[in-house]
């Protein structure tokens, strides 16, 4: 979900810079709404199953862009007529028609995409926001009956690595309704024990289940702030506008923080950050994200909320 999402920042500056190009997205079906509504793609190809692909065998492009380099996304390239090119660090590198030149591993994950289709002859420098523009096709009555003004709390994320406690959650959520904002829960499926474990310390919060991202995304537009790990609502929240709280375990906060969005990145240095994150190498449990302290989210909390009420950011 986020590498979708922070795709949109590029496009955006291809579209605006090309405006005749056709740009089409080949993405699993379950991550296809980050791109609903996008004026800068022309056509979302969903695949939620491998022979969903047979569908571009009768497809032509003038040219693949393989971002992800996996044997999945090679073998949907192939099928497809049309020259595909992709990094030369990529496994199978030789079936390429050519090769992008390995990013540079400082840089943001937006600005090394930009990089690369400024290797392919875009001119623009300065990445533009990130871009989400759809809409539910119909508000959800929880929606509307939403206690304002509010904070969205995603306490989830896929890798312990990642994961801020869920006592510290609700540590973190009691002290915002302190000052006056009322909490909302949310997760993705499968994670709605992390949402339960959060919500036995909080008082009265809200707890909003199943949320498609089009649903997700309009909640997050009315918050006052969104708190969580680095996540693909994290993304989301950036794409449309809302001040965010990101709380960083294991990951490059170089390359995966949020962009384009007002935000306080809560974070203690380590010297074997980043690492792959799928568990930890120095220790039985993961010291990186265990060491971020409610007192250090609050404070960013304040000074964020502080900083957006005399700054308000465009929505």
Not at 1 to 28: N, Q, W
Not at 53 to 79: A, E, I, K, Q
Not at 118 to 127: A, H, N, T
Request: hydrophobic share 40%.
């Amino acid at each position: 979900m986020g590498d979708c999402l922070l795709l949109t920042s590029p496009l955006r500056a291809l579209k605006e810079e090309f405006p005749r190009f056709r740009i089409s997205v080949l993405v699993e079906t379950r991550f296809a709404g980050c791109f609903e509504g996008n004026p800068d793609i022309e056509e979302v190809i969903s695949i939620s199953r491998k022979k969903d692909g047979l569908r571009l065998l009768r497809r032509r492009f003038d040219l693949v862009v393989n971002l992800h380099g996996g044997p999945t996304s090679l073998l949907y390239g192939l099928l497809a007529r049309g020259p595909q090119i992709g990094f030369e660090q990529f496994q199978y590198k030789r079936l390429y028609k050519d090769l992008l030149p390995s990013p540079d591993p400082g840089l943001h994950t937006v600005e090394a995409t930009m990089a690369t289709f400024r290797w392919l002859g875009m001119q623009r420098e300065v990445p533009p926001p990130l871009r989400y523009d759809g809409q539910p096709r119909k508000t959800p009555p929880m929606l509307s009956a939403l206690r304002k003004p509010y904070a969205v709390i995603h306490p989830a994320a896929l890798m312990e690595t990642k994961r801020w406690d869920a006592r510290k959650f609700a540590d973190l959520a009691r002290a915002l309704q302190g000052q006056g904002l009322s909490i909302v829960l949310t997760c993705g499926p499968g994670e709605e024990s992390t949402v339960a474990e959060v919500s036995k310390d909080v008082p009265s919060p809200q707890i909003l289940l199943g949320l498609g991202i089009p649903e997700l995304a309009d909640l997050l537009r009315g918050a006052k702030l969104y708190v969580g790990n680095d996540s693909g609502p994290m993304h989301l929240a950036a794409a449309v506008g809302t001040p965010i709280i990101a709380l960083w375990g294991s990951s490059d906060s170089r390359r995966w923080r949020p962009w384009s969005a007002e935000h306080a990145l809560v974070q203690n240095p380590f010297e074997c950050n980043p690492c792959p994150g799928y568990r930890c190498l120095v220790a039985p449990t993961p010291l990186c994200i265990e060491s971020v302290t409610v007192e250090q989210a609050i404070m960013a909390a304040e000074q964020l909320l502080k900083n957006h009420d005399t700054h308000p950011q465009p929505r």
